[in-house]
């Protein structure tokens, strides 16, 4: 009844919070949120809230990328965020939200992970981003995203002893160099989601109960795509699959202007 | 930003490295019913990329509290066999394998007439027995197949492609090297060939434009893809009628 409710809104161009189909909530980002972590931040949309930590650590390079630093990114569904929530291994949608925050942000290339060297081919900086849900109304992948490029910007380099190949710390604390970590580029994820034959941006929980479909759409500050995907159970058509990524461009610009 | 090992071009004079035109596929092989323990089944090949599906179901669902009143609990399990690539992958799944499980899911749950079979459970086991790229899209188009191989209600086949950009060219069924070194990867998966899109994925960088010109390109390659699987599906059961 309620899916059918946001569905009607949606079709008549209105939404129940009153804004139009491609207005984001407000967004508030708050870089520097965690003491323990090298980089982190707060995002916030509307209701929805979500904190992503950045820890570094010394670790081998991939075969693959011998003189390159490691990215990996997390992603937990911590269960006080939605009723829906529940603890155990990563489910299916928090896999999908790490995976595509991830590669928002190595498609194109946003860290410089060719100066994350610390010895070459032995040793290279890997960057472990955690992304950690708050509270869900909605939207997580957009906020997950943004949360994880602030976290980046935000994010120092720890000191490291060679001799004893391990991170300074003095206590318990890491000792950071002050310097901050490379990037070249500042991706921001926007989703696109479907009603009927309209589309909007930044779904509220309830909206998101009564979509036909939704695409993630990654950009860059020159208006490029980095990394789609496509999600839900309904179909996309390529005139809108275009008009989502015109969209995303547009959005875009808007959350980056955020991150300050 | 080369990765080790990159070969210094990935197209000369026009031509791929495995001799391919920039819209050509590589060979490919649709067979269905091969599988006698499974409901339905089917096979698909992009040249050395194969992939095997297999329908179980619909069957009862257990443990029952994960009953879906009103239609069938549709599940998906994308499995890469160890053996499947050249440095030997760890078995069962990974986080890449549970994302491009519940992408086919949802791509395939357009087409199926789910509230056809409520309570029940419908399994679908893909396994990539050889890799060389394009996986997802290999599987997708096995297990559509396989689906109606087994009998299951559907509106019409998904049908997939990928789509690259390699020196800066747009190409048609990415493999080998293009995979590991071009600059894009698009995997899509459209309805009857036509412009449904149910399945899009994309990594690397491109501009609208290209963007544009990716999306024409793999639609036609659905359209081709979705030819081979129902010629495949006539060629099994009009074999059966004439006997």
Known sequence: MKNEYMRKLILADTRADGRALDEFREVKVQKGAIKTAEGSAIVTLGNTKVVAGIKMDAATPYPDTPNEGNLVVDAEFVPFANPEFEPGPPTEESVELARVVDRGIRECHAIDTEKLVIVPKELVWSVHIDIHTINDDGNLQDAAALAAMAALQDCKIPKYDVEKKQVVKVETFVVSTGKPLPLKETPVEVTVFKIGGKLFVDAADEEEDALDARITIATTEDGNLCAMQKGGNGILTSEELLRAAELAVVKGKELRAALG | ?243
């Open chain 2, 1 to 243: 930003m080369a990765k080790a090992g990159a070969p210094e071009k990935l197209i000369i004079h026009g031509k791929r490295l495995d001799g391919r035109k920039l819209d050509e596929f590589r060979p490919m092989k649709a067979e269905v019913g091969v599988i006698p323990r499974s409901e339905g089944s089917a096979t698909f090949s992009f040249g050395e990329t194969k992939a095997l599906a297999g329908v179980q179901g619909p069957r009862p669902m257990h443990p029952k509290g994960l009953q879906e009143p009103t239609r069938t609990k549709l599940r998906c399990y994308y499995f890469m066999a160890p053996f499947a690539t050249s440095e030997r992958g760890r078995p069962g799944r990974s986080r890449r394998s549970t994302e491009i499980s519940m992408v086919v899911a949802e791509a395939l749950s357009n087409v199926i007439f789910l509230e056809d079979y409520p309570k029940t459970a419908l399994d679908i086991f893909m396994e990539i027995l050889q890799a060389n790229a394009s996986t997802r899209c290999a599987a997708l188009n096995a297990a559509s197949m396989a689906l109606a191989d087994a009998g299951i209600p559907m509106r019409d086949i998904v049908s997939s492609v990928s789509v690259g950009k390699a020196d800066g060219e747009i190409v048609l069924d990415v493999a080998g090297a293009e995979d590991n070194f071009g600059d894009v990867d698009l995997a899509v998966a459209t309805v009857g060939g036509g412009d449904a899109f149910v399945l899009l994925q994309m990594d690397g960088i491109i501009t609208m434009e290209e963007f544009k010109k990716m999306l024409e390109i793999a639609k036609h390659g659905c359209a081709t893809v979705y030819a081979q699987q129902k010629a495949a599906l006539m060629k099994r059961y009009t074999a059966e009628v004439s006997e």
